[in-house]
């Protein structure tokens, strides 16, 4: 029993200092971090005090700032347009800036295209659909430091007002659509402010194939443009694409209702779908078309006579009326103009067919045209002839649908006929076969289940007049106008096998 009193008092002994030990350096350790987290604080503190005193000094340099900014009301970014207020303000377009506005005060809405600073001034295109001017911002009595930083921190493609001085100058400003003026900026007020990150750059967007290679400058691919359809819209070429699109329609229109034909709508769904391969630089799934219909006399000539006059006419009105959109095209994508006659060159399937013999084609009478075939037939007219526009009449039934009516001279071709622009397709169009036993003739030598075009025959039976016509693609015929090499090009949102958006 003693032995084991002692033996605890030893234990007990033995384990007195090494508490003690241990604790003291668990205290030291303590009042080490206790003064490293004091530095840290006083380090913290200091950092914040300067912080304070920096972000002071720079409100108190902003606000003597404002103070001195006497031109502080004439720029800014303004409150969004949600149709507050009726202003009582006349906007200028840009396209009408010229020499003749010289020294009047005015109002313009535009986008901002490019901007320069340049010491106390700022230079700035603005841009409104194809049309730009130069706009300058100066330190002087309308224009503030702060007001020219501000004008040159505007992000490109934001939309601003801008009040300015319309000034001729003494040398042309080449770069801009309108050459001889310039604005010197008086207000600017940002009205929508785009994103500092554009998905692309509309002078890239802009810039010819090859052009600037050497100087590493970029050009946009057509899929990249496709993306960003959005963007790609705003551009000088595109713009100018679709406005002679517009005038196609306009011009179209115009015609057929002179000569007193009356425009329908039938059903459909934002326009019309293909279901051949659309893989291919001219085709799309979807486009707008235009269709012809027409009743006629005594022969179908009378049809292709009306519909090559309505191209005539179409042809003369985009050289007459559309120079500035052609020729702003030609900049970027540079082609010859286009050419035709009057009266449209006619010539029939079997001259044509002799025409790529001679150039060393292979082909049957009554073989179809391939698109090869096509595009040399199609040089070797222009070489001929002269002219980029041409019919080709007289095609094999065999190549032909069902309601195609037979040459009653010789069964192996048809009343049928295709027309061509640079040697490519625009109209495949016929005589429609009006009686209903020949339509039913027709479609059972085509193997057609007669009971699903019933409603089609049936129509017939009750006195139709001898009539013809052809559907022309839209895209396609601004296309190859204006000698472009892609129908994606003049198709706004274009639909493929390869796109659906945007």
Not at 12 to 23: A, D, G
Not at 123 to 146: E, H, I, P, T
Not at 400 to 426: C, L, Q, V, W
Request: neutral net charge.
């Amino acid at each position: 029993m003693g032995w084991k009193r002692g033996w605890r008092r030893k234990l007990t002994f033995l384990f007195m200092p090494c508490v003690s030990s241990c604790f003291s350096a668990a205290e030291e350790e303590q009042q080490a971090q206790s003064k490293k987290g004091l530095k840290k604080q006083q380090k913290e503190a200091e950092k914040a005090a300067k912080k304070a005193e920096k972000q002071a000094k720079v409100a108190a340099e902003q606000q003597s700032a404002e103070e001195d900014d006497f031109a502080k009301d004439r720029y800014g970014v303004s409150a969004l347009v949600q149709s507050q207020q009726k202003l009582d303000r006349t906007l200028v377009r840009v396209q009408d800036l010229t020499p003749e506005k010289a020294d009047q005060l005015i109002w313009l809405r535009a986008r901002v295209h490019t901007s320069r600073a340049k010491g106390k001034q700022c230079f700035l295109v603005l841009r409104q659909q194809q049309f730009n001017v130069q706009a300058l911002v100066a330190v002087g009595d309308r224009a503030s430091k702060q007001m020219v930083k501000f004008a040159a921190n505007i992000t490109k493609e934001s939309i601003v007002d801008v009040e300015a001085m319309v000034r001729k100058v003494e040398q042309k400003i080449e770069s801009c659509t309108q050459q001889d003026v310039e604005l010197h900026v008086e207000k600017i007020f940002v009205i929508s402010q785009a994103e500092a990150r554009l998905p692309l750059q509309l002078e890239d967007a802009v810039r010819p194939d090859g052009e600037g290679e050497e100087e590493g400058r970029a050009t946009v691919n057509q899929d990249t443009r496709l993306d960003n359809r959005v963007i790609d819209l705003r551009t000088t070429t595109s713009q100018a694409v679709f406005r002679l699109q517009s005038g196609v329609c306009q011009l179209f229109r115009d015609t057929l209702t002179k000569k007193g034909f009356v425009e329908i709508q039938t059903p459909k769904i934002i326009s019309v779908f293909r279901a051949e391969d659309s893989n291919t630089h001219r085709h799309l799934t979807e486009f707008v078309g235009l269709d012809i219909e027409m009743a006629f006399n005594y022969h179908y000539h009378e049809v292709i006579e009306s519909i090559t006059d309505t191209m005539v006419q179409i042809f003369k009105g985009l050289r007459d009326n559309f120079q500035t959109e052609i020729q702003t095209v030609n900049k970027q994508f540079p082609s010859e103009p286009f050419k035709f006659l009057e009266p449209t060159l006619r010539l029939e399937y079997t001259e044509g067919v002799a025409m790529l013999r001679e150039a060393g084609v292979e082909m049957g009478d009554e073989d179809d045209l391939s698109t090869p075939n096509e595009k040399l037939l199609g040089r070797l007219v222009k070489e001929k002839y002269d002219t980029d526009f041409y019919v080709l009449d007289k095609y094999p039934l065999a190549v032909r649908p069902f309601y195609t009516m037979p040459d009653p001279h010789n069964p192996k071709y048809s009343n049928s006929y295709d027309m061509f622009m640079r040697g490519e397709e625009i109209l495949s169009g016929a005589q429609r076969v009006h009686d209903a036993q020949l339509l039913t003739e027709r479609a059972q030598h085509h193997q057609i289940d007669l009971e699903k075009i019933k409603s089609y025959i049936d129509s017939f039976r009750y006195g139709a007049p001898p009539h013809a016509g052809g559907g022309i693609g839209l895209e396609r015929v601004c296309m190859l106008y204006l000698g472009l090499h892609n129908v994606r090009q003049t198709s706004m949102f274009p639909r493929d096998p390869k796109r659906l958006t945007p």
